[in-house]
Each structure stands twice: as C-alpha cells, then as structure tokens.
C-alpha cells in the first residue's frame, strides 16, 4: 500500500494542513529474486520516539496454521488432496463456491489463521492462506509480483497505492512417483483472468511477502491514528527485507505525523539514492522539505516530479469533485471521467459519476456506474451501501444520493 503523504500499499495527513503525503501498500508483482541488499543505516531509525506496539510484529505468525486449519486439511479434505492431487485438491477446497466460499475483503490485511477464520482476505491476506497451507503440504510454493497499473485509494489526505500480487503452487519431487500431473504448475490469483492475462510477473522471495504485509500492516495502522504500531510494523518491514522501499516511505509518513520531518527526510532521501524517479518518495521528500523550511530544494523536487508525473492521482476527480460542489455538473461528468479512464475499477470515482448524472437528469447511466461502483467496491460495508443507493435511484435527487 501506499499514501500522499503518499504510503505504498495494494486491489491513501489530515493533520498536515492544506497538503497531502503519499503511502503504498499491497492487498497491494522477468524472473529473478530480488538482490540482497545490506541492512538499512541504524540512523533511519529512533525508536525513543515511540512507545512500545499494541502487538509486537512476528515474521512466524503470519503464515501459521491454526487448529482449524490443520484440521481442515488434514481431515475435511483429505480425500480431494488424495484423489485429484494436492494442487488441484486444496485449490477446489479454497475456491470453489461449493467449499469455503471466500470472499474479498480489503478492510484490513490479515495473517493466513485471520484470513481463514474470516473466509475472506485482501489480496496479499489470501495469498498468504494459501501459501500457509501449501507448505503445509509440502508443496513448493512461488510468490510472483504481478505488473499492473497501480490502485489508488486514499483516507483523509492520505493516499495510497496498491499493486498486486500472486503466487503458484510447484510440485513435488515425490508427485511424479504417484501419478499427479506434474506437467505444470497451478497460478492462483484473485483478479478476474481478462485482467491478468498476458500482464509480466516477477518472482519475490517470501522475505519481501512478509515486508509486504508487514507494511500494509504499518500503513492500516497510520490511518487510524496508531503511530506506535505503525512505526514498529514499519521499521519491521525494513529489517525483513531492506530492497523493499515502499516501507521506508510509510515510515517517513509516520515520523512526519508524530512531527519529525528532518527523520522523514533522511529515509525519503535513502530512497531516491535507489529510485531517483520515485514519485511518491519525490512527492512526499518535497512537502516534508516544505515543513522544514528549505523551499528551494522542495520547489525543484516539485519540478521534477511534475516532469515525471503531471497528473497525480485524484488530480482529476477532485477537479471534479470542484465542480459537482458548484453544481457544474456536466464539467464534473467530463472530469471524472477522465479519472475513470486511467483507474477504470475504483469503485469512488463510479459512484461520484453515478452522482454527476444525477445532477443531469440521467438516471441511466447513474444506474449504470453505480452498479460498475458496487462491482468494484472492496468492503463489505461499501457493497451495502452502493446496494442500498441501487434500490432507491429512482427517487433519488442529487442531495440525497450525495449523503
């Protein structure tokens, strides 16, 4: 995941006044393991500026088999992994419509046990479950980082970036032996399979899996206002996989919403030493540089970073947003629009167009993106609530769809 104050994570500072930082995620993806790289310097971190984590983050936890799990494979389905072989077996187990019946949910990322108990995970959470019970079963498992356009979401004024992730379950040297098919391996992924097609991946070792959901774990937490954990999840990430740099940027966004921007900096620096085209390192070192009063250096980082990237995320929708404030309705349809068609899955940029046509008088289309808006929605609770606008839009006037 990611934010503005922009965090990195995978399908968004209030308290900063009058701008926004960038944070990246994962619920958020050629073929080589990522290098390894040396340990973080010691001065990136201050741990006397944080009390001790509700939770200590645990690298051990997050791919644990509860008891429910063990006996889910080893007794509820020991017959399918016996019978069609263990790839095929435990992936019909998880994912048919007839066994566990999992959903989606990017509400929070959880750990394969949480995952499980829940039957539903974002992205990252589901990949985690079943890789834990893969290995498991022995099976050897392979974590791939799928290319595609990063998602945006945001809280507040916080941002954040999501890209994907999916993994494949590989054989075993004894399955040949007892007639499993071994011919190829099986891909699991949580994307339609027209979204995914074609896209390249790159192979990640498990150590940057468990950095990824360490991280998300960090930025979840920074958006509820939880800077102890958000902290320890983050300087945890780093230490679990120090390549991956996504977590120094939700670490400066923590040091920065517990009011230490010169911290922030030097890890945003330690970034774009490493990626000097980072936007949301470049986005988010110009504001902090802002904060601290070196205006030169922060007007020529935003330079560059409106060479890299002229249109930020949401640039578009909160013009429109603008508009629909000043019942522009029409110039709101064209704006957001054009946001939709470089993120044509958001599920909050549908239904502020469902909004904009309301404001036109075509209840059509306003059924129509509204719909678009509950299909791409990733909670539950936004499910409901695009639901409940659905079977009321015939009678519904502008200000009432707007609350």
Same mark, same amino acid.
């Given at each position: 995941?990611?934010?503005?104050?922009?965090?990195?994570?995978?399908?968004?500072?209030?308290?900063?006044?009058?701008?926004? @930082?960038? %944070?990246? @995620?994962?619920?958020?993806?050629?073929?080589?393991?990522?290098?390894?790289?040396?340990?973080?310097?010691?001065?990136?971190?201050?741990?006397?500026?944080?009390?001790?984590?509700?939770?200590?983050?645990? *690298?051990? *936890?997050?791919?644990?088999?509860?008891?429910?799990?063990?006996?889910?494979?080893? $007794?509820?389905?020991?017959?399918? /992994?016996?019978?069609?072989?263990?790839?095929?077996?435990?992936?019909?187990?998880?994912?048919?419509?007839?066994?566990?019946? /999992?959903?989606?949910?990017?509400?929070?990322?959880?750990?394969?046990?949480?995952?499980?108990?829940?039957?539903?995970?974002?992205?990252?959470?589901?990949?985690?479950?079943?890789?834990?019970?893969?290995?498991?079963?022995?099976?050897?498992?392979?974590? $791939?980082?799928?290319?595609?356009?990063?998602?945006?979401?945001?809280? #507040?004024?916080?941002?954040?970036?999501?890209?994907?992730?999916?993994?494949?379950?590989?054989?075993?040297?004894?399955?040949?032996?007892?007639?499993?098919?071994?011919? =190829?391996?099986?891909?699991?992924?949580?994307?339609?399979?027209?979204?995914?097609?074609?896209?390249?991946?790159?192979?990640?070792?498990?150590?940057? %899996?468990?950095?990824?959901? @360490?991280?998300?774990?960090?930025?979840?937490?920074?958006?509820?206002?939880?800077?102890?954990?958000?902290?320890?999840?983050?300087?945890?990430?780093?230490?679990?996989?120090?390549?991956?740099?996504?977590?120094?940027?939700?670490?400066? %966004?923590?040091?920065?919403?517990?009011?230490?921007?010169?911290?922030?900096?030097?890890?945003?620096?330690?970034?774009?030493?490493?990626?000097?085209?980072?936007?949301?390192?470049?986005?988010?070192?110009?504001?902090?540089?802002?904060?601290?009063? $070196?205006?030169?250096?922060?007007?020529?980082?935003?330079?560059?970073?409106?060479? %890299?990237?002229?249109?930020?995320?949401?640039?578009?929708?909160?013009? #429109?947003?603008?508009?629909?404030?000043?019942?522009?309705?029409?110039?709101?349809?064209?704006?957001?629009?054009?946001?939709?068609?470089?993120?044509?899955?958001?599920?909050?940029?549908?239904?502020?167009?469902?909004?904009?046509?309301? #404001?036109?008088?075509?209840?059509?289309?306003?059924?129509?993106?509204?719909?678009?808006?509950?299909?791409?929605?990733?909670?539950?609770?936004?499910?409901?609530?695009?639901?409940?606008?659905?079977?009321?839009?015939?009678?519904?006037?502008?200000?009432?769809?707007? =609350?």
């Amino acid at each position: 995941m990611n934010a503005s104050e922009r965090l990195h994570v995978r399908p968004g500072l209030a308290a900063l006044t009058g701008w926004v @930082m960038f %944070v990246a @995620m994962l619920g958020l993806g050629g073929c080589t393991v990522a290098p390894v790289v040396p340990p973080p310097p010691a001065h990136l971190f201050d741990d006397t500026l944080f009390a001790a984590p509700s939770e200590p983050p645990r *690298a051990d *936890a997050i791919f644990a088999l509860s008891d429910a799990m063990k006996r889910y494979v080893e $007794q509820d389905i020991a017959g399918p /992994l016996r019978s069609k072989g263990p790839q095929r077996g435990l992936l019909e187990a998880l994912y048919s419509k007839g066994q566990l019946k /999992l959903d989606y949910d990017s509400v929070r990322t959880r750990n394969a046990a949480e995952a499980f108990e829940a039957r539903s995970g974002n992205c990252l959470s589901l990949v985690i479950m079943t890789a834990a019970f893969a290995k498991h079963l022995g099976l050897p498992v392979r974590y $791939q980082s799928v290319y595609t356009d990063a998602t945006w979401t945001r809280s #507040g004024n916080l941002y954040f970036s999501s890209n994907h992730v999916n993994l494949a379950l590989e054989h075993r040297a004894t399955d040949a032996r007892v007639g499993v098919d071994t011919d =190829r391996a099986w891909t699991v992924d949580f994307l339609p399979p027209e979204d995914v097609r074609g896209q390249r991946t790159r192979v990640i070792s498990e150590a940057t %899996v468990v950095a990824m959901y @360490m991280n998300n774990r960090a930025a979840e937490a920074l958006a509820g206002g939880q800077l102890n954990d958000a902290y320890a999840w983050g300087r945890e990430a780093i230490r679990q996989s120090p390549a991956f740099l996504s977590a120094y940027n939700t670490l400066a %966004v923590t040091y920065l919403r517990r009011g230490h921007p010169q911290h922030a900096a030097q890890l945003l620096r330690h970034v774009l030493q490493r990626e000097p085209d980072n936007t949301i390192a470049l986005s988010n070192l110009a504001r902090t540089l802002g904060e601290l009063g $070196q205006v030169t250096e922060a007007a020529q980082l935003a330079q560059r970073l409106n060479k %890299v990237e002229p249109h930020p995320p949401f640039h578009f929708f909160d013009l #429109g947003l603008a508009a629909l404030q000043a019942g522009q309705f029409e110039s709101a349809r064209e704006l957001i629009g054009k946001e939709i068609k470089r993120a044509a899955y958001h599920h909050e940029f549908h239904f502020w167009l469902a909004v904009a046509n309301i #404001g036109l008088g075509d209840k059509s289309a306003a059924r129509r993106h509204l719909i678009l808006a509950k299909e791409n929605s990733t909670t539950f609770d936004d499910k409901a609530l695009y639901s409940a606008k659905l079977e009321r839009i015939n009678a519904l006037r502008l200000p009432t769809i707007m =609350r």
